[in-house]
């Protein structure tokens, strides 16, 4: 059987009753995590109102959006846009060791049709689960190599994982499915050139998988045949964009094993790469109770990724680069103990003193955190005191991890600092509530229009 088809079986026939306990736990935590990250991108991002004018140049439809009452936009469209907003903050969940962000697109995919279709939460639960399960069984063998050949994991992985949640609730049967996923392989996109130059824009091929996703759905859903190769295809996917995947891997134990429990959630609005050191000094300053005027110098040795996407930026000019420097992180942990999306802005990135700590940031590639990435991505970390003391922390598991997990109440606390000062901070108890008891909803329009307005 190929891979295709044994992915689109498995989503087209597993049902929500069969679904462990723990596991729709874990995707309501998703969703509550996604939405949270969803709303501080759509109030934070630059570039929010030119590329909503872009997007109603490529046509109507009856949908709304995240922040917007107006349905405007089709339902593909729709979800692109979300899904752009939820990975605009950096604040959006990934995979522990594959760089690829999965909730970004998946929640607000499955969010989106459902709210369209007339779903029920059980039904949307379930395209959540499915969505995550197809992204992170494909992206998981292909790890470090696709980020090496320069693809973005999230850009092109994401848009399996669309598919296969809008083939679900669309009732596509298995044989759609496998066509589905081969349009979505075709379709797929994303550079990790995004993340050197462009920032600001990155944020868009994340949200393009929605929409690509979605496409390849609907192509499916009319009889159209796509590549059903193309995985283990000779020309394929895995070829493509990685080398030596274990192919026989991707479908084994499938319904025996979820790996949605494989996500990481994010404390911080940074590339997840920059933050191992960021909470490093922050537990060192909590461990040894010095301050940011003490320090002299801090080293942070990490591995080579890391050092690509977020050790060349020492003063950022722009939020985006913020999101990418792992000095300036560093120096936002030191002076204002902690870093928040506020953080971002211009009265931090030309404070004299965060840019003055953030030119005692020396980073550099350390062999030893180095030979065990991909399987564990973390850094070293050294602070010198001017008094001539030196502290040092190696960390790998952060708070939020699978390894360290937090639960609903931090991700709540969480969620509820995303949306204060927005336009939904006064129904901030009210859609947590209704993320608490999604799988009792006989549809979605009352959580949808509270974020929809």
């Known amino acids: 059987m190929l ?20 596991v729709v736990r874990l995707a309501k935590e998703r969703i509550l995590d996604t939405l949270g990250a969803a709303v501080a991108g759509e109030a934070d991002w630059e570039l929010k109102e030119p590329f909503l004018n872009a ?18 936009f089709p339902a593909a469209r729709a979800a692109m846009i979300n899904a752009t907003f939820a990975h605009a903050a950096e604040l959006d969940d990934g995979h522990k ?23 029920s939460g059980a039904e949307i639960l379930t395209a959540v689960v499915l969505g995550y399960e197809v992204v992170y069984r494909v992206v998981a063998g292909m790890t ?33 499915i496998a066509n589905g996923l081969g349009f979505a392989g075709l379709s797929a996109a994303g550079l990790m050139e995004a993340t050197v130059s462009g920032q600001q824009s990155k944020c868009v091929q994340v949200g393009n998988a929605a929409y ?16 059903v190769t193309v995985f283990e295809g000779k020309s394929g996917f895995f070829q493509a964009q990685s080398q030596d995947v274990d192919t026989g891997a991707v479908c084994r134990g499938l319904g025996e094993q979820y790996h949605i429990g494989d996500t990481y959630s994010k404390l911080y609005p940074t590339c997840r790469h920059s933050q191992p050191a960021i909470e490093g000094v922050l537990d ?6 010095f301050g940011y005027r003490e320090v002299e110098a801090v080293r942070v040795g990490t591995h080579q990724v890391a050092m690509d996407l977020t050790g060349r930026i020492t003063l950022p000019e722009s939020a985006s680069e913020a999101k990418f420097s792992l000095a300036y992180g560093v120096a ?35 062999p030893e955190v180095q030979a065990l990435y991909p399987a564990r991505r973390g850094a070293r970390v050294q602070v010198g005191l001017k008094d001539g003391r030196v502290f040092q922390k190696e960390l790998y598991d952060l708070k939020g ?52 307005q």
């Open 284 to 289: 060192l300053m909590e461990e040894y109770g």
């Open 55 to 72: 997007c109603r140049g490529m046509g109507t439809g009856d949908c709304a959006v995240l922040g917007s009452g107006k349905r405007e």
């Open 212 to 227: 690509n996703g979605i496409a390849a759905a609907l192509y499916a859903r009319e009889g159209m045949a796509g590549t």
């Open 3 to 22: 891979i295709s088809e044994g992915l689109a079986e498995f989503t087209a026939k597993v049902e929500y009753g069969a679904l462990p306990r723990e």
């Open 332 to 366: 936002l942990a030191l002076s204002q103990g902690g870093v928040g999306i506020g953080h971002l802005g211009p009265k931090y990135r030309q404070d004299p003193v965060v840019r003055e700590l953030a030119g005692r940031v020396h980073v550099e590639v350390d």
């Open 144 to 176: 470090p190599h696709q980020i090496r050949k320069g693809f973005h994991p999230s850009g092109n992985c994401d848009t399996f994982g669309a598919m296969a949640a809008a083939g679900r609730l669309m009732g596509l049967s298995a044989g759609q």
């Open 401 to 452: 991890s699978p390894e360290n997990p937090i639960g609903w109440k931090e991700l709540e606390q969480k969620f509820t600092v995303n949306l204060k000062g927005s336009r939904f901070e006064s129904s901030t108890r009210r859609l947590a509530e209704q993320i608490a008891g999604f799988e009792t909803l006989e549809r979605i329009d009352g959580l949808m229009g509270l974020l929809c």
């Open 97 to 119: 060791n594959a760089g690829c962000h999965a909730g970004a697109v998946v929640v607000p995919a499955a969010l989106t049709m459902g709210w369209a279709l007339g779903a």
